[in-house]
């Protein structure tokens, strides 16, 4: 059964914010009832919305027993309401019914996920809270613009007061889509998400990825969770002490990202990855003045390596360039006139260097951009979290010379490593014996100091005695490559112990013991 009450259209519905704009257009109705509207301060509610309630499931409900009723709502599973033994003082004939442009969310950056839901009777009373599971789809999100699925809110609305709130979630089965909840009284119930929300994959940037943020100049006030800041992710770099820099570079000397920012122009900055919030609760964005949104890479064309050396070798040209004077400050209007090549803003160095690499065959990451809005957003929207294609760190070669010998057998190890990215972007090479030993003592460097020939050619290396307590006779020294993106790679090499064997008057036959263990971490 259908009931439309009808009393006009808002501007927010005709645009289509939050309040279900997509809705508008409803079909044939086989049963139309006048406004059921029990109060006055209901009607002011309803004024300028034009809100259809579709009845799914009618069942009664036992006072005694409690009971389930479920319906379906074009998801995988069911729309549950569990009611508890003696949560009704009465029996109750229950209805769950699909509602069509509902009153708008309190805030436009907040949008329904999946379907809005009428729990009837209205006026019902409960000695327990009842429980309802509400499934969505992968679908509902996308749609609705909300990418994370742990972030998922429940709503329900007031038809006295005309207020949307908060409800308490039970939790949320991310593998299945569904948010469960507690329910106290009857009314509208939905998902709410916010749109542009960071989703739970931040990515892992590789140089030439981008990396997004929330707007900085008020704090994410006025875009709510929609990119507004971007830079470029150049790996982690030693910073000269030439051009522009955040504070934070100057001090401790190195960067990892290149942006141009208002006021500043085009500067080295460095970027805590992930500098996420730990809670994605509403009103949180307002508490930061800018919050990373993650580091994002091409959802349509791979970037080469050479394209991505490019790319950096682009910003980093750019650096101390004015950022576009105030006739595109905001607007963005065309994006020809922020991408230098004297002056730019964020996303007109991005798109830039993009173009100049030639990704996309030349049109950077928003195709064809000269005749249309070129912003934060837009881009966001042509990019996934980074990391689908990593660059891992390169072992050319391992040895241990010698590799056989006895306890007392000074032992040089060595590893040979590179980096597509140079070896700038190596972090650490460790060592650990197969018993999980590491010896602080004898760090393995590529710095010239014990045992190591040359530094910085990417031969690590150490010098020491073996020792060791291998009653197999084998020492397993097991070398771990580390990159700034915090991908490994891994080589075993063995040292096998030899036989001593000594022959005193009695030709007495030994096997020399294995005494303490010397080898450690590289």
């Known amino acids: 059964m259908k009931k439309l009450i009808i009393v006009g259209l808002s501007l927010l519905s005709l645009f289509g914010c939050s309040g279900g704009g997509d809705n508008l257009s409803q079909a044939p109705v086989s049963e139309t009832t006048a406004p059921q509207i ?10 300028n919305f034009s809100t259809t309630i579709t009845t799914v499931a ?10 389930v009723v479920s319906a379906n709502v074009g998801t995988v599973s069911d729309v549950k309401l569990t009611v508890p033994v003696g949560a009704l003082n009465q029996d109750t004939a229950i209805t769950i019914s699909m509602v069509d442009n509902p009153q708008a969310l309190p805030k436009p950056e907040l949008n329904f996920v999946g379907k809005i839901l009428d729990l009837g009777p209205d006026g019902t009373e409960f000695n327990k809270s009842a429980t309802i599971e509400i499934p969505f789809t992968d679908k509902d999100l996308e749609t609705a613009g909300v990418e994370s699925k742990t972030s998922l809110k429940l709503y329900s609305f007031s038809k006295s007061t005309g207020v949307w709130s908060e409800e308490k979630i039970v939790s949320i089965d991310t593998l299945n889509n569904i948010v469960t909840g ?16 960071p989703p739970e994959d931040l990515g892992t940037p590789q140089p030439g990825d981008l990396l997004f943020k929330l707007t900085s100049y008020d704090g994410g006030k006025t875009s709510g969770w929609v990119p507004a800041h971007v830079g470029v992710f150049t790996g982690e770099k030693k910073y000269d002490g030439k051009g522009l820099a955040t504070p934070y570079v100057v001090f401790f000397g190195k960067y990892n990202t290149v942006e141009s920012m208002i ?3 085009v500067r080295y900055a460095y970027y805590n990855i992930p500098n996420t919030i730990e809670s994605y609760l509403i009103d949180a964005r307002f508490e930061y003045d800018s919050v990373y949104m993650g580091a994002r890479e091409l959802k349509f064309d791979d970037v080469t390596m050479d394209q991505r050396k490019k790319i950096i070798e682009f910003v980093e040209n750019q650096i101390s360039k004015p950022y576009v004077d105030y006739r595109t400050l905001y607007g963005l209007r065309d994006g020809k006139y922020v991408k230098g090549p004297d002056a730019f803003n964020c996303v007109g160095l991005a798109e830039a260097a993009y173009e100049f690499a030639g990704v996309h065959n030349g049109y950077g ?12 957003a ?3 929207a042509q990019t996934k979290p980074a990391g689908g294609n990593v660059v891992l760190p390169v072992i050319e070669w391992a040895s241990l010379s010698p590799d056989w010998g006895t306890t007392q057998t000074e032992m040089l190890a060595q590893i040979s490593v590179s980096h597509e ?46 020792g060791g307590n291998q009653s197999d006779g084998v020492l397993g020294l097991n070398f771990a490559v580390t990159d700034k993106n915090g991908k490994s790679i891994s080589i075993r090499k063995e040292f096998k112990y030899v036989i001593v064997i000594t022959v005193p008057v009695n030709y007495y036959v030994s096997k020399k013991p294995i005494s303490e263990n010397t080898w450690g971490k590289l």
């Open 38 to 47: 029990p109060s006055t301060q209901t009607q002011a509610i309803f004024k």
């Open 58 to 67: 009618n069942q009664t409900v036992d006072a005694f027993l409690g009971g």
């Open 182 to 197: 507690q329910v106290n009284h009857f009314s509208f119930y939905a998902l709410v998400g916010l749109s542009g929300m």
């Open 263 to 265: 006021g500043v122009g």
């Open 365 to 376: 990451i928003v195709a064809n951009d000269d005749n249309e809005l070129l912003s934060p």
């Open 378 to 380: 837009k881009m966001y």
């Open 421 to 466: 990215y140079g070896l700038d972007f190596i972090e650490s090479v460790t060592y650990m014996t197969d018993n999980g030993f590491i010896d602080p003592n004898i760090p393995i460097n590529d710095q010239g100091l014990y045992g190591d020939i040359k530094a910085g050619d990417g031969i690590y290396s150490a010098k020491a005695q073996v």
